[in-house]
DNA sequence: CTTCCATATGAATATCTGATCATATAAATT
DNA sequence: AATTTATATGATCAGATATTCATATGGAAG
């Protein structure tokens, strides 16, 4: 299976990490899990998902909130939207941004929880 | 409070602002919860990890298991080690690394969890 | 104490990411 | 229709991050 004794990988125990190997769970999948914790992994991301996490609020608001410019928000946002956690309706030319659903908000109690208690 | 009305935050609504900014948590801890996401949120961590939480191994084998250079993986673990996610106990010239505790195996569970509902 | 080998680490590099600036879009008001 | 204003977005730049390469460290065994 491996073409590859090339290098630096000499004290390979054989047994554990075919066992290893067996149980991971698919690359792609692992990648797809990761790539979502990053989006939690930014302050600024994080911070509008809290607010939204207290009232549903405008881009204006949130910029308010964060003391952060528009644009810096509206580019975070869209990060947002494209990962679907968080979705706006418009009320004239404002956009009222809420949190997509309950996971959001479950993601981030855990985080905040654990952060608490491991340190 | 505010001393910038300068530029583009225009149509604040006072009350909710305030409002909501009475209820955000502190910058800096958000920024902590935020800098715990990020740890999870790279692939090679990741993965690390998830192999970690199905047996202790030595870096040569999660090099192997991974199919990354040992430096890669040690520069990788060095990280995990700094957020207090992973220790070590030495057995000879080995290392066999394994998960500092529940919490890593809980969130790493949540998330893929969350992935596998959400899509 | 010298060699060997698993692991660690510093430096360099390439890529990614987030903020800013300038500008575009789109809804409301005149 | 022209203007105003809230939001979106493209380009750019600076800082962060992950991997590689070369080398150092530290324990084992001779």
Redesign the pocket.
């Known amino acids: 299976m491996e073409e590859k004794d090339t290098c ?1 990988v ?2 390979v125990h054989e047994d554990e990490v075919k066992d290893v190997k067996s149980k991971m769970l698919e690359d792609e999948f692992l990648f797809e899990v990761s790539d979502n914790f ?1 989006v939690f ?5 994080l911070k509008i998902m809290y607010a939204l996490s207290q009232r549903d609020l ?4 949130l ?1 308010a909130v964060l003391d ?12 947002l ?1 494209s990962k679907n956690l968080v979705k ?1 309706r ?7 941004y809420y949190l997509a659903d309950e996971h959001v908000v479950s993601m981030i109690e855990l985080c905040v929880e654990h952060t608490k208690e491991r340190y």
């Open positions: 630096d000499i004290c990053k992994g930014d302050s600024t991301r405008c881009v204006c608001d910029a952060m410019s528009q644009s810096a928000i509206s580019h975070q946002l869209r990060v939207r706006f418009r009320k004239g030319k404002m956009a009222y």
